[in-house]
């Protein structure tokens, strides 16, 4: 959006006349309540945001915090009541310093700083064009009042000895507000150009310690997850795999549990042969003695050989929630990726979201491709159907939820509500694009890829489960397998909190950080689902595939209850309306982290599962 406000480079103004907004009684509300409740504005300058500058306790260095206030709130010395100024009169200060390079050297030069500095100056006491005579001077405040009009309230009200001093009503007043500004170009060696943006990131020192400590904190906990790991492969599984192949599980049959033969106890009638009978009963009693043993160590996961890898309920709902997993997998690890090279930085505005929506919109083609594969693993035939579901199920919720809420934003008359014609564009991505790539992607996947194959075949007749114990059952597994990725993650989100809703500054930059505890994350999600699922398998439950789901996302559940206490403790946002899109918002992205992670939780699940039961000789 372009303004009204004309710089050009080197040439300072003293004071330049911008405007006279006349403003009505429900502006003047509207004002007061934007000044009451916080709100700031925003300037770009070569993309740099128009920063309030601030300075250190110590005065040790400056640090910089995006916008500037409208206006400022003070209590009347004489009535006692609440007054309302509004800044009218900006002064810009633009710091520069000498391009790098050769373009220096032929006299370019680089904005290093965008400072504002806004003020509130009365009517009166102006030129001919409108400036203050004392720019810089002590000014009284623009105070944004208009007196209620009590003829009209007493006609409305001509029974009540109380007048309201606001009812609402537009009797035609106003009040005209002038508008002004200052610029001043200074030069500033001690700012480089690439490191512009550091005055914008406060506490630098401070909170690289608390990424340590975070990854610290996951490290360990990761640390832990894989000495458990390890012990279940090394001692568990790989042992019983080499104990049933090679002594029980034969050409697809365990082996029954031999009868102890009374051949075996000759009776005192029977005569006997001499040294051979005496060599038969000797391993007749080997053989029984084995088996015996052989029968007690086919137990738990291994007696499931038949009915581990038997289709789950709703496979038509999984296939496509797996699909959509893995492309917001591909997009999330893009945008770390692009973060953590410096590619995507904060002077590439709206770079974030465009670029992450490429990512998806690209990665349909990995989604469509994911999903036909298991959807034909699970010997379904509708891939077509599969399709559709895959690229209108959950792009399609997402869409529906980020519209409805938009309308809220449009109902508040807020800047950053969405205008209609970027959701047309985002719709015809969708289906004009997106659409096409996971059609592409499930054709592929479908016809010219194989099943995953199984290494054991599924029985006809499901087995019947025992009784489980309280912690495999889905609620409490859940929870407490989510809790420990949460706890390797939750330093690092609440620091991003602060940076987004509490910082000055506004801005999130510790990408780096961000994709280590991520990676640490990651690893912890998968041993978290392996351990989960082999303690499943041991109780002799099979239904592993939706579980393994849900253990996967079970960390997005106490995130959002992170959200839910970071907004009663650390947050003052007032109205209905922006506490509803703060949970919405909320939901959705906890919606979006729990779909990626439990699908990562699946993946894992299944190699898992194909690994053991391979294994073992088991038909």
């Known amino acids: 959006m372009a303004s009204d406000y004309d710089l050009a480079m080197g040439q300072d103004k003293d004071c330049q006349y911008t405007c006279n907004r006349k403003t009505d009684r429900a502006g003047i509300k509207r004002a007061q309540q934007l000044i009451e409740d916080g709100y700031v504005a925003e300037w770009i300058v070569d993309n740099l945001p128009g920063a309030t500058s601030f300075v250190t306790v110590d005065k040790s260095h400056k640090y910089y915090a995006a916008g500037f206030k409208l206006g400022y709130k003070d209590v009347s010395p004489v009535t006692e009541k609440p007054r309302f100024?509004?800044?009218?009169?900006?002064t810009m200060v633009i710091r520069w310093r000498k391009a790098p390079g050769r373009k220096g050297e032929h006299g370019g030069k680089v904005i290093v700083g965008f400072e504002v500095y806004p003020k509130s100056m009365e009517v009166g006491r102006r030129d001919s064009i409108g400036c203050p005579q004392e720019v810089h001077g002590d000014n009284d405040g623009m105070e944004i009042f208009i007196a209620p009009n009590n003829t009209q309230l007493a006609y409305q009200y001509p029974h009540s000895s109380y007048l309201p001093v606001d009812d609402g009503t537009d009797d035609g007043a106003s009040v005209h507000i002038p508008y002004t500004y200052s610029v001043y170009f200074r030069e500033d060696e001690r700012v480089e150009w690439s490191k512009r943006w550091d005055l914008y990131f406060n506490n630098q020192e401070e909170s690289s310690s608390i990424h340590w400590l975070a990854i610290i904190n996951s490290l360990v906990i990761s640390s832990l997850l894989t000495a458990v790991v390890v012990m279940i492969i090394a001692k568990t599984v790989v042992g019983d795999s080499r104990r049933s192949s090679k002594d029980?599980?034969?050409?697809?049959?365990?082996k029954a549990k031999a009868k102890r033969s009374k051949a075996g106890n000759h009776s005192p009638r029977e005569k006997s042969n001499g040294l051979l009978d005496q060599n038969i009963a000797t391993d007749l009693e080997h053989d029984t003695s084995s088996d015996e043993e052989f029968i007690e160590d086919i137990t738990g996961w291994k007696l499931l050989h038949g009915d581990v890898f038997r289709p789950p309920p709703y496979a038509t709902y999984l296939a496509p929630l797996i699909g959509s997993g893995s492309q917001l997998a591909f997009m999330v690890t893009g945008l770390l990726v692009l973060s953590t090279l410096g590619v995507l930085n904060p002077s590439f505005r709206g770079g974030f979201v465009s670029v992450g929506m490429g990512l998806f919109i690209f990665a349909g083609i990995f989604s469509g491709y994911f999903s036909a594969r298991i959807y034909k693993t699970f010997n379904g035939k509708d891939w077509g159907r599969n399709t559709l579901m895959t690229a209108l199920l959950f792009p399609g919720l997402l869409f529906l939820t980020i519209f409805i809420l938009n309308l809220f934003v449009w109902a508040q008359a807020s800047s950053t509500a969405l205008p209609f014609g970027t959701l047309i564009g985002l719709l015809a991505l969708w289906?004009?694009?997106?659409?096409?790539?996971v059609y592409c992607g499930s054709w592929y996947g479908y016809h010219s890829c194989n099943a995953y194959e199984h290494p054991t075949k599924t029985n006809s007749i499901p087995r019947q489960m025992p009784e489980q114990p309280w912690y495999t059952k889905r609620i409490y597994s859940v929870l407490l397998a989510g809790l420990i990725p949460f706890a390797v993650i939750f330093i690092e989100v609440l620091f991003v909190f602060r940076s987004i809703w509490q910082d000055k500054s506004?801005?999130?930059?510790?990408?780096?950080?961000?994709?280590?505890?991520?990676?640490v994350c990651l690893v912890t999600i998968v041993e978290v689902t392996i351990v989960a699922t082999y303690i499943q398998l041991c109780a002799e439950n099979y239904n592993w595939w939706w579980q393994s789901v849900f253990i996967g996302s079970g960390s997005a559940f106490w995130v959002f209850l992170y959200c839910i206490w970071f907004y009663w403790t650390g947050l003052h946002i007032q109205g209905f309306i922006s506490g509803l899109l703060f949970f919405s918002y909320s939901l959705l992205a906890c919606a979006v982290y729990g779909l990626m992670t439990g699908s990562v939780g699946f993946l894992t699940a299944y190699l898992f599962v194909r690994r053991i039961y391979g294994a073992i000789k088991a038909d």
């Open 85 to 90: 100024f509004i800044n009218n009169h900006f």
């Open 506 to 519: 506004g801005y999130y930059y510790a990408f780096g950080f961000l994709s280590v505890v991520s990676l």
């Open 248 to 254: 029980g599980l034969e050409d697809g049959k365990i």
């Open 431 to 437: 289906l004009l694009i997106q659409l096409p790539l």
